[in-house]
């Protein structure tokens, strides 16, 4: 599948019909994409889905099969790691054990023989950048994990490259060094102008960094767009499921009109939904979704004007602080997630009780049309 | 131990913990566990050694003719004989084959460690199958093929240079066979230091620009002094006694400060002078070790 | 595990306790060395032989009988088991010292084996007593030179039952046998292709080939650095220095060695395979005897007696001949049934005269072994 928002023009990176296969197990199915000079742009997908395969082709440690990747419109196949202009940042950072920061940081720049004083200064410079600065006579082993992660950043940014590839770089720290870190990483990226391409299993580290998210699957690409896009109009089922939660209903249209298609599902419940440029029809099967903080909770006694009503009881409340989960068993037989914000305006609806379900027809979207 | 004893006592601020106590027991326990090990180093080292000492300097004598409390076994040692410039012989040999067996064996780990991929065990077993059969088989057999009839020097008649008698009964030989005695041993430290390498290192290295030859001076080679100088030292420190090997195929220049140990106790009758030089050699190898102790953290080499 | 050792040993109480162990162990092996030291030196200078003797009868009756490896086999004492004796038990010496060195640390045997050389020095261990030779039926039979050997005072210390020489064999067809010397083992002619066993009778070799003043096996210091520096000037010529003879045998068969200190048995095992003669060098050519020692304290006597009395029963002296190569004192052996090489190589046809001077030199005891085996030790570092 091809990316919709290709810009041919000045893309920093480009793969064309990229395939790659370890045996009999394909591990990239057919992957073209353009990425754009200066974005941060995620590759998101379940583990094994070819998200590390494509960077590992990206920098060169893995020659594709099939198709081109080209680095500012050059071919790259074929050329080795050490040649390509794009630098890696790994997943347990990889930094040198036996050097300082300062001799981590400059290894690069030492091999393009640049000058003792100006690779001072650029590491410094670098440093300050990642907010390590006094450190750099220290060795790998009296950092801290956020720490070693600035280094090995410092370490590839202070080339200059093209493009930075970063593999999973925050999964091996804790929840709040890891929320402080991405505003760093967006922030660095921003502050140097680096092409970043990053590659997580973490749809909400995706959301809340990237540019533009593509979302993989099997090798194959689902879907790319900006993260709102992604999130709230996913264009398949996988991406449906794996960005955020999601609610799946299963219908079949009663009436297309004006635009919306109506389903009714009995006396006082019924579902409305945009046909969104669908072809549906009356009887056509639909899988519908609609995102869980769009759900409201109300009393089966309360009056309400929203579009869709669905009528359920509540089998499950989990409690995460921020926001309340309710798990809803429908008439439909499916069971729905409702988030509803910890604050003033909780339902305070518990296990057992009868409620309804309602929201906007705008808050909900075609996911198939059988 | 110490800490787990100090979180403890912390946790029961208020009440006064009997840590002592619990430390005593389990220190006990200790004691009897290390018991059995610790006698055995006792009796069947630590004695004799002492014992040695005290020959040497003539606390204790044996035969007819030994000086009692006397150091002129020391003194002739020291200052009248050339047995000193044996022992620094012994030194140089034992460097050479250090230094020839590390260069031999690198390869051989490296090769093993990181090209070998899935056979990487298999060939591991290979190399170390010769230490199954008997070492005085396995120096025998370079006569056969380093010998006057040899396979080398047939090889060189056939193809009319004269055979080359160097090659057997020389100082070349006995680094030779040394070298190749202990390569499967020198191997296999640097074998796991190398295993114990975190591949990213090396494709981090790759990644931002440097050669497959300057990652492995920059990286590979760095990372792994530590299992080479342990390497090192392992073979260094028993070849400063060898004997077995100068005697077989060393010919007239083979003859090593272990030979001149062998020789006061089994040809001669001169224990006490034996016994000076064995002294002297203990004492050698203990200022060696702690000279590279300083050099080596053992704990880098235990990881 | 170390982090409990240094607790163990940081706390006073473990410190003090672990020293105190090490004191003790160290003490009591020390106490226990020198014990053995008082013991040896109290076994007393020789026979104290009670003359009260229990008769054979009632004598425990097992031998022990501390021999070189090779000479435990039946032959060797085949009447003694045929006369309805208990088996000895055996144990082994890799050479005399060794052996020496294990009596003085309190090792007991019955009856030991060692070279002529040192009798004196088990007898300056108060380890042994004289033979009764009378109680040895074949004693008058053997050859009065080897027995001269093993007397002490007059009495039979040693009861010589083999020998053999220290000779050259040499490939006549690089070497002329009638120089019939020492020389071959010096001679720059033959440099690359002679050796030497590793024993500091090449020095009493050297000795005679340079015909030192004093007695080879007591020279005086000037004599003795004499040899050592002529070895050292001809080790250039060694082809090697052999400890195994079987190498030095192929090597004579393969014409890497044109010259080599060796016993008649080289010249046994390669005559048909090369063109080889044994030299018995006309300085005399050395000659090596050992025999049976009996201890002081033995509680074997008569069975002792009656197992050397099997040794050196001619059956016995015929079996060693012709299978390990060595010569045998009885005078008796049929050399009938010895090959007529063999008699000529060994001088069998005149055991007596071919093992006394002019002709043989025979090993004695050596008083400055110690500075023989220095010297030696020096030739060999050169």
């Not at chain 1, 801290?144 to 090995?152: E, H, I, L, N, T």
């Not at chain 3, 940081?10 to 008082?38: D, E, H, M, P």
């Not at chain 3, 030179?145 to 005072?153: C, N, T, V």
């Not at chain 3, 080939?209 to 096996?217: A, K, N, P, R, T």
Request: aromatic share 10%.
């Amino acid at each position: 599948m091809s990316d919709p928002t290709t810009r041919a023009t000045d893309a920093a990176i480009s793969l064309q019909e990229v395939r790659k296969s370890f045996g009999r197990v394909v591990a990239v199915g057919g992957i073209s994409l353009d990425i754009a000079d200066g974005e941060f742009l995620t590759l998101l997908g379940p583990s094994g889905c070819g998200k590390t395969t494509t960077m590992r082709m990206i920098a060169g440690f893995e020659e594709p099969d099939e198709g081109r990747i080209l680095l500012r419109g050059r071919d790259v196949v074929g050329v080795p790691p050490n040649k390509r202009d794009v630098n890696m940042c790994f997943q347990h950072y990889a930094l040198f054990p036996h050097m300082s920061v300062q001799e981590n940081v400059e290894y690069g720049l030492k091999l393009r023989k640049v000058p003792r004083e100006e690779r001072r200064r650029r590491v410094a410079e670098m440093l300050e950048v990642v907010r390590l600065e006094g450190f750099e006579k220290r060795k790998p082993a009296q950092l801290s994990g956020g720490q070693q992660q600035r280094v090995a950043l410092a370490r590839a940014l202070v080339n200059r490259p093209t493009a930075l590839l970063l593999d999973e770089p925050l999964g091996a720290l804790d929840v709040k060094l890891r929320k402080q870190m991405q505003l760093e990483l967006k922030r660095i990226q921003h502050e140097l102008g680096t092409t970043f391409v990053y590659v997580t299993h973490d749809q909400e580290e995706a959301l809340s960094m990237s540019d533009r998210i593509t979302v993989v699957n099997q090798g194959l690409i689902e879907q790319v767009g900006r993260p709102r896009d992604v999130y709230e109009r996913p264009a398949t089922p996988f991406v449906a499921d794996f960005v955020g939660v999601l609610n799946a209903l299963e219908v079949r249209a009663d009436e297309v009109r004006d635009g919306r298609v109506v389903v009714r599902i009995s006396d006082r419940e019924r579902l409305v939904v945009p046909t969104g440029d669908r072809p549906v029809s009356a009887g056509t099967e639909l899988l519908v979704a609609v995102r869980p903080e769009r759900v409201w909770l109300r009393a089966p006694a309360d009056e309400t004007s929203a579009d869709s009503r669905l009528e359920g009881t509540v089998r499950q409340v989990v409690y995460l602080g921020t926001l309340t989960q309710f798990y809803v068993d429908t008439t439909l037989g499916a069971r729905l997630v409702v988030h509803e914000l910890s604050d003033r305006r909780a339902s305070g609806f518990v296990a057992e009780d009868r409620v309804v379900l309602t929201w906007d027809a705008e808050d909900a979207a075609i996911l198939r049309v059988e | 131990m110490t800490e787990l004893d100090l979180s403890i006592e912390t946790e029961r601020r208020g009440r006064p913990v009997p840590s002592r106590r619990r430390r005593g027991r389990r220190g006990a326990v200790t004691a009897g566990l290390l018991s059995g090990p610790v006698s055995y180093l006792l009796v069947f080292f630590v004695v004799p050694v002492v014992m040695v000492a005290c020959y040497s300097v003539g606390l204790l004598t044996l035969l007819p003719q030994d000086h009692y409390l006397s150091l002129r076994a020391w003194h002739d040692f020291l200052f009248g004989s050339i047995y000193m410039g044996v022992f620094w012989k012994s030194v140089r040999m034992s460097l050479g084959v250090s230094i020839t067996s590390v260069l031999l064996a690198y390869p051989v780990a490296y090769l093993l460690a990181l090209v070998a991929g899935r056979r990487k065990y298999t060939l591991l077993l290979v190399i170390v199958a010769p230490f199954l059969t008997s070492y005085l088989l396995r120096v025998l057999a370079w006569r056969v093929i380093l010998g006057e009839q040899g396979v080398v020097n047939s090889f060189l008649k056939l193809v009319g240079i004269a055979p080359q008698g160097w090659l057997f009964y020389s100082q070349f030989a006995v680094y030779l066979v040394l070298a190749y005695v202990w390569v499967p041993f020198v191997a296999l430290p640097i074998f796991v230091s190398l295993e114990a390498l975190d591949l990213s290192l090396l494709e981090a290295s790759n990644d931002l620009g440097a050669s497959r030859w300057t990652t492995f001076r920059r990286v590979t080679l760095p990372l792994s002094m530590p299992g080479v100088i342990a390497a090192f030292v392992f073979v260094f420190i028993p070849t400063l006694g060898e004997y077995v090997t100068p005697l077989l195929v060393g010919g007239p220049k083979g003859f090593m400060f272990g030979n001149g140990i062998q020789n006061a106790f089994l040809q001669g009758f001169d224990w006490q002078f034996g016994s000076a030089m064995s002294m002297f050699l203990i004492g050698a190898v203990m200022v060696l070790m702690a000279v590279f102790g300083r050099f080596v953290s053992f704990r880098s080499v235990s990881e | 595990m170390r982090s409990e050792l240094d607790a163990v040993l940081r706390s006073s109480l473990g410190r003090r306790a672990f020293l105190k162990y090490l004191a003790i162990a160290g003490g009591t092996g020390v106490l226990a060395a020198c014990q053995k030291n008082i013991t040896a030196a109290t076994q007393g200078g020789g026979a104290s032989a009670t003359e009260t003797r229990p008769p054979l009868e009632s004598e425990p009756g097992v031998l022990h009988a501390y021999e070189w490896a090779g000479f435990e086999v039946k032959p060797l004492w085949r009447s003694y088991a045929a006369k309805g004796y208990p088996d000895p038990k055996f144990s082994f010496f890799t050479n005399t010292e060794q052996a020496l060195a294990k009596t003085a640390g309190g090792y007991t045997w019955d009856i030991v084996h060692p070279e002529v050389g040192y009798v004196q020095d088990y007898f300056n261990l108060g380890a042994v007593q004289p033979w009764d030779t009378s109680l040895i039926s074949n004693f008058p039979d053997l050859n009065p030179a080897l027995e001269k050997a093993g007397q002490l005072d007059g009495k039979q210390y040693e009861i010589v039952t083999d020998w053999g020489y220290s000779g050259v064999i040499i490939r006549t067809d690089h070497a002329d046998p009638s120089i019939n010397s020492y020389s071959y083992l010096f001679d720059d002619s033959l440099a690359g292709h002679i050796s030497w066993f590793d024993t500091p009778w090449i020095l009493l070799q050297a000795g005679l080939v340079l015909g030192v003043e004093s007695d080879i096996f007591d020279m005086t210091p000037q004599d003795l650095e004499t040899c050592k520096n002529y070895c050292i000037q001809k080790k250039k010529n060694l082809y090697n220095i052999w400890v195994d003879f079987t190498q030095m045998w192929d090597d004579v068969r393969q014409g890497n060695v044109w010259a080599a200190y060796a016993w008649p048995d080289a010249w046994v095992n390669t005559r048909n395979d090369a063109p080889v003669a044994y030299i018995r060098p006309k300085e005399g050519v050395l000659a090596w005897g050992e025999g049976l020692m009996l201890n002081a304290n033995t509680e074997n006597y008569y069975h002792a007696h009656e197992y050397a009395n099997a040794w050196t029963m001619p059956q016995t002296g015929l079996w060693v001949i012709n299978n390990y190569g060595y010569g045998h004192s009885n005078l008796k052996v049929d050399l009938s049934k010895v090959d007529p090489a063999v008699v000529r190589a060994f001088g069998l046809d005149d055991p007596v005269g071919n093992l006394s001077p002019p002709a043989a030199l025979m090993d004695r005891y050596q008083p400055q072994r110690d500075a023989y085996n220095r010297a030696w030790d020096e030739v060999k570092a050169a």
